[in-house]
């Protein structure tokens, strides 16, 4: 609802944002049912109106088992949020959640293998340092979770953008 209520907001020009983000990441990601982690890198862009947010993300993640399986991970979102700073205003905790596309791929050998696309829903934590008004570092813990392939990452983050309003 909250979702509707924003994009409602933003198409019909009603609202301003006074703030921008965009974040590059990179972390390690794993799947719950088990298995190794493995290494992700991603972006993040979003936009800010007063403790609101609303925001892309994209991640892309792949390696190899034993020279001769490959797996990769592709996941795009669409976000909203909320955060929270310290008085100072040096420290912001995010919560986002929204809806995202996850396709997971395996391949083994030259001719068996699979992809799977699947509808999830992303929740993300973060907790930013923001020493400049245009510069923050920060972790991110983020999960997918979905009916095909729910995952977690950890990532760090570096952020550029206006991220401070007067």
């Known amino acids: 609802m909250f979702l509707l209520i924003c994009i409602n907001g933003e198409v019909n ?30 972006a993040e862009f979003y936009l ?26 592709n996941q795009f979102n669409f976000m909203d949020g909320i955060f929270f700073e ?17 396709k997971s791929t395996y391949k ?4 068996e293998g699979w992809t799977k696309y699947t509808l999830g829903v992303p929740l993300d934590v973060e907790i930013k340092c923001i020493p400049t008004k245009y510069f923050s570092v920060g972790i991110d813990l983020q999960v997918n979770m979905n009916t095909e392939y729910p995952i977690y ?11 401070k309003h007067p």
Request: a positive charge; glycine letters at 18%; one cysteine or more.
């Open 13 to 42: 020009c009603q609202k301003k944002f006074n703030g921008y983000s965009i974040n590059p990441k990179l972390g390690v990601f794993g799947p719950f049912s088990g298995g190794g982690s493995a290494a992700i890198g991603g």
């Open 108 to 111: 083994s050998g030259q001719n």
């Open 153 to 163: 990452m950890i990532m760090a983050s570096v952020e550029f953008g206006k991220l």
């Open 86 to 102: 310290t008085k100072s205003s040096v420290f912001r905790f995010l919560i986002q959640g929204g809806i995202g596309i996850l």
């Open 48 to 73: 800010i109106r007063n403790k609101l947010t609303l925001g892309l993300d994209f991640y892309h993640g792949m390696w190899n088992w034993n020279g001769d399986v490959e797996e990769s991970l």
